[in-house]
């Protein structure tokens, strides 16, 4: 969960930072344009992939796994690339509206429905536990009421 905050983190950084980026073109009157620049930007995920020999003894050949442990890391690679490309696009196209007022009512928003999110798993226990309790004190008054007579 942790790393997830991180990257949450850092993509609003890099929309900060695109967001500084149009501020610093715009005072030096410099026309440039975001999406070309950011598609410029690729990473090559060609890795040279070295396995480990195997002995002719073992039955299991760990290639295929290991096929599916890279790919799964140039996944990884990819979209994190892509992430931060449409964050510094977003930061350099909305800089106008970008303010600290805007994320504080993002913030604030996240939390009711985190708060939200955390009271409505508990609701149907608290009403069953409130069923059963009146249904337990209406037993217990009823043998009270019958032990008086």
Known sequence: MRIWHIFAFFLIMII???????????EYDIERDIYNMTNQINV???FEYSYPKQDKEVDIDITRGLNIVFKFV?????AYVEAIKWALEFGYTHAESITLQAFLTL???????IIIGIIVPLII?????????????????????????
């Open 16 to 26: 900060f930072t695109g967001q500084k980026l149009y501020l610093s073109d715009k």
């Open 44 to 46: 090559s995920l060609d």
């Open 74 to 78: 140039d996944f990884l690679v990819f």
């Open 107 to 113: 913030f604030y928003w996240i939390v009711v429905i």
């Open 125 to 149: 226990p608290l009403i069953a536990l409130v069923y059963l309790s009146y249904i337990g004190s209406r037993e217990l008054y009823r043998r009270y009421k019958g032990r008086k007579r």
